[in-house]
């Protein structure tokens, strides 16, 4: 069995995957998004140099590496084609396009039943400065894509508001306003494959209201409540991953929300913190 891991580089969560490759007897090889191509009709296969996908039993997608929108069109054309010859990706095209979308995910997590903060999507900072008071002058600003908490800002004064919205207006950005959810400090990560939750932790925060590791949050070990991996496995399911990375936060009263469904999670800090060989099991499931 051959694995393609396309990825932007040969980064830690790579080579983990190579290492449980080799343990497991599969053949896992790292390729740049950015070099693949795709040949049709009488065209010749394409040489080394231009890694084809088809010389491939499986796929595993570890980044989407920055390009433009004809390149990431054609990178998310080329998983859907191989999908529909039967060859797995991990995940699924169509949930990778779900869950890199915040709005996206956040109106399948909606719709399938699970609390969500209050949020309001616009695109002209008038709107936003209405959300703004709408929502308690208490928000976090995200970008539409983006991770590991990289580019939220919270904000709660009426006059930051105001210079941030309008700096976000003028590069043609969406505006992503959710309000702040009062927690403990704390979120659960867990880490769903296969229908089922094959790890979880913690995240403390490290002197910051986020809770991401990448931010300086502290991981620690973590058996969900019967009640949050019911949670976990729904959230999944609602935006079709097969792996993901699902993020709950206890609000003021306990309840929990779904902040986020990550469909290229990581496990660097996960798998040392539950002692889960988080890697070799996603091999296992494609094999």
């Known amino acids: 069995m ?14 983990d995957l190579i290492r449980a490759a080799g343990v497991l007897g599969r053949a896992a090889e790292p390729l740049d998004f950015r070099r693949v191509t795709a040949a049709a009709g009488t065209a010749m296969t394409p040489a080394d140099e231009c890694p084809d996908l088809d010389r491939f039993d499986a796929v595993i997608v570890r980044t989407m590496p920055p390009g433009s929108l004809e390149q990431v069109v054609f990178r998310m054309d080329r998983l859907h084609a191989l999908a529909a010859r039967g060859i797995p990706v991990l995940n699924p095209p169509r949930a990778l396009e779900v869950c890199v979308d915040k709005y996206l995910a956040l109106v399948r997590l909606e719709s399938a039943g699970l609390r ?7 695109q002209h900072a008038d709107a936003a400065l209405e959300a703004f008071d709408r929502l308690g002058r208490d928000v976090v600003v995200k970008p539409l894509f983006g991770s590991e908490g990289r580019g939220m800002v919270r904000v709660t004064d009426p006059e930051l508001a105001w210079r941030t919205f309008r700096a976000i207006e003028r590069m043609q950005l969406v505006l992503y306003v959710q309000q702040f959810v009062p927690h403990p400090g704390w979120d659960l990560r867990a880490f769903v494959l296969g229908g089922k939750v094959l790890a979880a932790m913690r995240r403390v925060a490290g002197g910051d209201w986020r809770t991401n590791v990448a ?3 502290i991981a620690e070990p973590v058996r969900l409540t019967a009640e ?16 993901a990375g699902v993020d709950l936060l206890p609000g003021p009263s306990g309840e929990m929300y779904v902040i986020e469904v990550n469909a290229v999670p990581g496990w660097r800090a996960l798998a040392p913190a539950t002692g889960v060989d988080v890697a070799r099991a996603m091999i296992e499931h494609l094999a």
């Open 116 to 122: 969500v903060p209050a949020t309001v999507v616009c």
């Open 228 to 243: 949050q991996e019911e949670l976990a496995l729904r959230a999944a399911a609602a935006v079709g991953t097969v792996a």
């Open 215 to 217: 931010q300086g949050a």
């Open 2 to 15: 051959r694995i393609a891991l396309l990825a932007g580089g040969d980064g830690w969560h790579v080579r």
